[in-house]
């Protein structure tokens, strides 16, 4: 069992920027991946990034050049950090871990990107 809590979530203005933090309550060591996903109202929910324990990752072609998706093996802690934020980034950002044939998801945080 993986129990994943996102923080980092708020309210930025355009061309702003945030760190989310997704803290595992076990070693991450051994998940071969993580990611971020988010859902805005009335869309389904989509993957922005992902990160295999190797260190590749993979972006959504929205966020490529603004998102940088990282993992600190030692604090069982993955990021998102978003610059140059837009309006069409609003929307609950989850955290997933994948493992054992299994996702696992954290309960989401707010990102709003209003002037």
């Known amino acids: 069992q993986v129990q994943l809590v996102e923080s980092g979530g708020g309210l930025v203005q355009p061309g702003g920027s945030l760190r989310l933090s997704c803290a595992a309550s076990?070693?991450?060591?051994?998940?071969?991946?993580m990611g971020w996903y988010r859902q805005a109202p009335g869309k389904q929910r989509e993957l922005v990034a992902s990160?295999?324990?190797?260190?590749?990752?993979n972006y959504a072609n929205s966020v490529k050049g603004r998102f940088t998706i990282s993992r600190d093996n030692a604090k069982n802690t993955v990021y998102l950090q978003m610059n140059t934020l837009k309006p069409d980034d609003t929307a609950v950002y989850y955290c997933?871990?994948?493992?054992?044939?299994?996702?696992?998801w954290g309960q989401g945080t707010q990102v709003t990107v209003s002037s």
């Open positions: 997933n871990a994948y493992r054992g044939f299994v996702n696992y």
């Open positions: 076990g070693s991450i060591f051994s998940i071969p991946s």
């Open positions: 990160i295999t324990s190797g260190g590749l990752t």
